[in-house]
Nanobody, 120 residues
Framework: VQLQASGGGLAQTGGSTRLSCAAS????????TAWFRQAPGKERDIVAG???????VYADSVKGRFTISRDNAKNTVYLQMNSLKPEDTAVYYC???????????????WGQGTLVTVSS
C-alpha cells in the first residue's frame, strides 16, 4: 500500500482544516488507516484511526474536534480538524495496517508527513 498525505498548512486557532490520505496498491478497503502526529521533540502518537468497517478510535486530546472518515471508492481517508488549537501543530502522517492499533510500530505502511501549523 502506498499512501499520499495532503492538506494541512497554516490555520488559525479555532479554525478548521482537512487532511486527505490517498492510497494505492493493495485493496485499500481491507486495511485500517490511522493518522498520527509528531510535534518537535515529541513522540509520534495516534490521532485517530478507522478500520474497514468504519469503527473509529481517537486520542482523548482530539475527541469532539477531529473526525476521521474514509471513502473506499476513492481509496481515501480524511481527517477533518475543527476547533484547532496551537497544540495541534505537528507533522501529520497517515498509516495503514491490518487492524486498528494505537501503536505506531504496528503500522507497516506510512505516507509522507504533512505539516499543520496552528497560529495563536
Amino acid at each position: 500500500v502506498q499512501l499520499q498525505a495532503s492538506g494541512g498548512g497554516l490555520a488559525q486557532t479555532g479554525g478548521s482544516t482537512r487532511l486527505s490520505c490517498a492510497a494505492s496498491g493493495r485493496t485499500f478497503s481491507n486495511y485500517a488507516t490511522a493518522w498520527f502526529r509528531q510535534a518537535p521533540g515529541k513522540e509520534r502518537d495516534i490521532v485517530a484511526g478507522i478500520n474497514w468497517s468504519g469503527s473509529t478510535v481517537y486520542a482523548d486530546s482530539v475527541k469532539g474536534r477531529f473526525t476521521i472518515s474514509r471513502d473506499n471508492a476513492k481509496n481515501t481517508v480524511y481527517l477533518q480538524m475543527n476547533s484547532l488549537k496551537p497544540e495541534d501543530t505537528a507533522v501529520y502522517y497517515c498509516a495503514a495496517a491490518g487492524s486498528i492499533t494505537r501503536s505506531r510500530s504496528s503500522y507497516p505502511y506510512w505516507g509522507q508527513g504533512t505539516l499543520v501549523t496552528v497560529s495563536s
